[in-house]
């Protein structure tokens, strides 16, 4: 069952969020992310849940962390200026395997750039911003619908590999106002158990250990420190270094075609469009528009990490195609993986891409 | 149950200096957190990012170790996903009034269900000795090779203007009042605050010619008036010297606060 509602993309992630089980909201106010703030502000008191409004992004991330731990689904959402600002905390979540949500809804940067219009310009930064080896998941939706479904997604992938998930949105998605099916339930996964309490951060085959929980009796010492299977600081010994950043990193990229979402379109195509967030819409419209040239589409939902097998389902590509909203930082990504040409197409300033000026390119490889 | 079955033994020996205070604090607050009757299954000890913030590491309870500055706002984050969660902050003068300056400012408005204790030895003693926010004028470190030229922060001061239920301050040499102090500190609903003055013979003694622990220690003792005594004298229309540090109960009060178990 389900009901129909018409609402803002911010709308559809606090109400994901919410029914995902979200139960902790840490934030500071930034366009274009604020009425998730906002809304979280409103509902969370309502469903036995906890708002508090940091005095800065720093602290926002923070509390979510120290939530988590506490045994809370926790999230913030911020944008551009806020989100350079958890970097540290950011790493911090993922040195300790802290399961968490952070939204960006993307504008235009650098630095203060444009609060009010979109943009993609965060997507590396989510991906490498913080220092060390390290890699987080990141969801991009392109409708009111994603904003919601991908929300829930993301607190499971944050629960299952205890990672900090993004969902790297923009401000157009944010905020348009769409027609939206929101289910009555959602399928929700569970932190691991601990097996072995002496030795918490263990981790099976999986590479995930269980979480300890605080307030359960397991004295865990959760520590940003390089550290043993017990969590204690172990700092100069490089094999243990070695091997904690190494299953840190392996648990996410070792499963990176299993968290990889996308969407195809006409894969028998030669000419074939790639996008991820607002530029997937000019996309669709665009092959809407032109539904006699056949033109393959890949939408990304899931950017990080890259499951490059979903390029393989286009066997008869000869192009790759690639708007984005910045100046072409997923078109870098994917030309690691592939020998076809990846030609980006890129729009910074805060319009969309036009379908017309999609299909005037398009053109010149059919 | 004693302050002894708090500590998680197999962590000693701890990474601090031989003289370094920071112990002699562990000592007084696991006493205190003994003595009041918490459960450890049910404390929570967070720190940020110091010598003094590797304490958590050395108490057998839930911990969390984070980032330079910003334990308050973890703190804040498990206290208020999970009240019933006892939760303590360790943390340094850098820590707490230089990078992690805003947070706490913000907790103690809040006044959130906290206990926040400071060991203030006046320096950054984990990066070798650079100048703090509380180092005082004239007084050496690395960063200030020439003696500091900024006048320091008084932190009771600034956690009793800021909106904190309980404000203290004692000095490492005071073990008893220091214990009782925690021990008001952890009955307060709402944020408590306790400064402890440390020794570090390791990066400020050594600069600043105290030839041994001892003689740190006795410098505390000569220069701490108790607040009674120099709240009188001032209103006697007596000036105390400037380098006067003022010990005991700054502030006590039940202003609203947040966070407190139902
Ligand atoms: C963001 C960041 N900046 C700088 C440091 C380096 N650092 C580690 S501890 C410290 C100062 C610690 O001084 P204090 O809080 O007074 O603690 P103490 O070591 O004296 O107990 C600094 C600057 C860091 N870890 N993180
Ligand atoms: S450097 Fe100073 S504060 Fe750090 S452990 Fe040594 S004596 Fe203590």
Known sequence: ?366 | MSGDDWLRKDRLPHIWCAGCGNGTVVNCTLAAVDEIGWQRANTVFVSGIGCSSRAPGYVLTDSLHTTHGRAIAFATGVKLADPSLNVVVITGDGDLAAIGGNHFIHACRRNIDLTVICMNNQIYGMTGGQGSPTTPMGKLSTTTPFGSVEPAFDLTELAKAAGANYVARWTGFHVKELTKAIFSGLSTKGLAFIEVLVQCPTNYGRRNKYRSVTDQIDYMKTHSVLKQKADRLREEGNELPEDTIILGEIVKRSLPAMGVRK
């Open chain 1, 1 to 366: 069952m389900s009901r129909v509602e018409f609402w803002q993309g911010n709308t559809a992630c606090a109400e994901g969020a919410l029914a995902a089980g979200c139960r902790f909201f840490g934030g500071y106010p930034i366009t274009p992310s604020t009425e998730i703030a906002e809304h979280m502000a409103r509902s969370l008191p309502k469903a036995g849940g906890v708002f508090v409004q940091m005095e800065d992004e720093i602290g926002g991330i923070a509390s979510v962390i120290g939530a988590s731990w506490a045994g809370k689904r926790a999230m913030t959402a911020t944008s551009g200026p806020g989100f350079s600002l958890m970097m540290e905390n950011i790493g911090f979540a993922l040195m300790t395997e802290t399961p968490c949500v952070i939204v960006n809804i993307q504008r235009g940067g650098p630095s203060t750039g444009q609060p009010t219009m979109a943009g993609q310009g965060d997507m590396l930064q989510c991906r490498y911003g913080s220092h060390g080896d390290i890699s987080p998941i990141a969801l991009v939706p392109a409708s009111v619908e994603e904003m919601y479904s991908l929300t829930v997604h993301a607190f499971n992938l944050a629960d299952i590999y205890r990672v900090p998930v993004f969902i790297m949105a923009d401000e157009i998605i944010g905020h348009m106002r769409e027609r939206i099916e929101v289910p009555d339930k959602v399928q929700l996964s569970e932190r691991k158990p601990v097996i072995d309490p002496t030795h918490p951060f263990r981790a099976g085959c999986d590479l995930i250990p269980g979480f300890p929980t605080f307030g359960k009796g397991y004295a865990v010492h959760v520590t940003g420190l390089t550290h043993d299977d017990r969590g204690y600081p172990c700092t100069t010994n490089p094999e243990m270094h070695e091997k904690l950043v190494t299953r840190l990193f392996n648990k996410v990229e070792s499963v990176r075609d299993e968290i990889s979402l996308f969407e195809t379109i006409n894969t028998d195509s030669k000419v074939v469009f790639i996008s991820y967030g607002a530029p997937a819409r000019a996309v669709e419209q665009m092959l809407h528009d032109h539904p006699e040239a056949q033109i393959g589409h890949l939408r990304l939902k899931t950017v990080w990490p890259f499951g490059e097998r979903c390029l393989s389902q286009f066997p008869n590509a000869e192009v790759f195609l690639f708007p984005e909203l910045n100046l072409g930082q997923i078109s870098r990504e994917i030309e690691r993986h592939t020998r076809i040409p990846v030609i980006s197409i890129p729009k910074i300033g805060g319009n969309l891409h036009l379908p017309q000026e999609l299909w005037e390119i398009t053109e010149r490889y059919l």
